[in-house]
């Protein structure tokens, strides 16, 4: 069983950064799919951007060009937010799997299809 623990959450105003990692328990680089989601209280999680094991990424419409999805190093996830907006604020959990890695929204890019997931970390960004 592998551990995901995210941190780097907080409150910030409109228009800041802020950085999340998740660091595992296991050798993740070029081994598992990574991901992060988001969700708010009462709405379903959403995929915010995904790491395939061959180091390809993809992102959600709303935070391409803002949000950097990384593995910095074997087995810590990061994820550099900029330009924040309030519609960010969420809790963000960390998210992995074996291969093979789909795209969000897309066949094996859903919640569903992560069997590894962090506690989460709030973001709060406020006007």
């Known amino acids: 069983q592998m551990q995901l623990v995210e941190s780097g959450g907080g409150s910030v105003q409109a228009g800041g950064s802020l950085r999340l990692s998740c660091v595992a328990s296991?050798?993740?680089?070029?081994?598992?799919?990574m991901a992060w989601f988001r969700q708010i209280l009462g709405k379903e999680r959403e995929g915010v951007a995904v790491?395939?094991?061959?180091?390809?990424t993809s992102y959600t419409d709303s935070v391409k060009g803002r949000f950097t999805i990384s593995q910095d190093t074997v087995n810590t996830l990061t994820l550099q937010m900029n330009s924040l907006k309030p519609e960010d604020t969420a809790m963000y959990y960390c998210?992995?799997?074996?291969?093979?890695?789909?795209?969000?929204?897309?066949?094996?890019?859903?919640?569903?299809?992560?069997?590894?997931w962090g506690q989460g970390t709030q973001v709060t960004v406020s006007s």
């Open positions: 296991r050798y993740t680089w070029r081994t598992y799919c």
């Open positions: 998210a992995a799997n074996l291969p093979p890695c789909g795209t969000l929204g897309g066949p094996l890019g859903g919640p569903a299809d992560f069997g590894y």
């Open positions: 790491i395939d094991s061959d180091g390809s």
